[in-house]
């Protein structure tokens, strides 16, 4: 006799089962046990992270991007993706983790329990990590509000903001990375909100005057230029251009700059403190290469594992030396 199948439409997971799976997955991943390091808040958009370098001669940065969380039909993808980063963080021991955007999907019907999770899942790594908006995270009813609480309740999370105008907050922010046996800062980050809506995809002129002043004050304080990094989702318009001169790394993908006019690189070039440029957006391209401004550009490595496509998902390994300037890059993937 025959066996009869009937076929009934149906989301691969209903809501209340996803919840479900993420709470497994929360138990169930291991505790790290790392340094500790001390994240100092010296305003809302000024921040300071004390490291313990362990002796080594430079600060390792972990960068992950476009993870892509919170989409209701691929939780087990989501799962992976946790797994994934923390098997990087075990075996690469970063002093922080950097996230250029996109940390979450568009889609809506998981909001609220991906805004109460992801942060705690991401304090198990037991360091700092660090997030920049993409153009997705606003999306699916969420605001910038609610993802800036969201990180604020964490204890390892650092987002910050400024106002550049009295009814207008941006979240762009800077940190101080200060290895702990040695005097002063040893680098600093400046990381930037690229916008999402058409007509603000690109980093702002309010935000670059707003990386001008911290960028004097910093040279005031330390009393030297202190090397720092630019980290944001958007890919600048350079990085086009960078493509057809020759770079290291895949170029799968057109680079989707959106509205990027050049003048943010040409901003940092000016200030002379940027050394490198770091961002997500384009999940196939991971190439780099030092653009003729003597400024390096760097795509991330697709870290989620949710994305069409993904290949074995990883992260980017960013080397900053104590000494010197040189940075080195690696892919690394977990095993």
């Not at 009934?8 to 505790?31: E, H, I, K, N, T």
Request: glycine share 8%; aromatic share 10%.
């Amino acid at each position: 006799m025959k066996r009869q199948a009937t076929f009934l439409y149906q989301p691969l997971f209903s809501q209340s089962l996803a919840r479900r799976m993420v709470l497994f997955s929360l138990l169930s991943l291991p505790l790290i046990t790392m340094a500790e390091s001390k994240i100092i808040r010296h305003a809302s958009d000024r921040f300071e992270i004390r490291l313990h370098s362990a002796g080594r001669d430079s600060l390792r940065l972990l960068q992950v991007t476009d993870l892509h969380l919170g989409h209701t039909e691929r939780v087990l993808k989501d799962v992976s993706t946790f797994r994934r980063i923390q098997a990087l963080v075990e075996q690469q021991n970063p002093d922080a983790v950097i996230i250029t955007g996109d940390c979450f999907t568009g889609d809506s019907s998981l909001n609220r329990m991906t805004l109460a999770y992801v942060p705690h899942i991401f304090d198990q790594w037991q360091c700092p990590w660090l997030l920049v908006f993409g153009n997705h995270d606003p999306e699916g009813g969420r605001s910038r509000d609610s993802l800036y609480a969201a990180v604020q309740r964490s204890r390892w999370g650092v987002l910050g903001c400024h106002q550049p105008a009295a009814d207008q907050t941006a979240y762009d922010y800077q940190v101080i990375l200060a290895e702990a046996s040695r005097p002063g800062p040893a680098w600093e980050i400046y990381a930037f909100d690229s916008g999402s809506e058409p007509g603000s995809k690109k980093i702002s002129a309010s935000s670059l005057a707003w990386y001008k002043r911290r960028s004097v004050e910093s040279r005031i304080l330390a009393g030297k230029t202190v090397p720092a990094l630019a980290v944001f989702h958007i890919p600048l318009k350079q990085f086009h251009e960078l493509a057809e001169e020759g770079v290291q790394g895949v170029k799968k993908e057109p680079v989707c700059f959106e509205e990027d006019d050049g003048l943010a690189l040409a901003t940092f070039a000016d200030q002379g403190n940027v050394r490198a440029c770091f961002c997500g957006h384009d999940h196939y391209n991971t190439y780099y290469g030092r653009h003729h401004s003597g400024i390096l550009l760097a795509y991330g490595y697709i870290s989620g594992e949710s994305t069409r496509w993904a290949w074995p998902t990883g992260g980017r390994l960013i080397a900053l030396p104590l000494e010197g300037d040189e940075i080195q890059l690696y892919t690394v993937l977990p095993h």
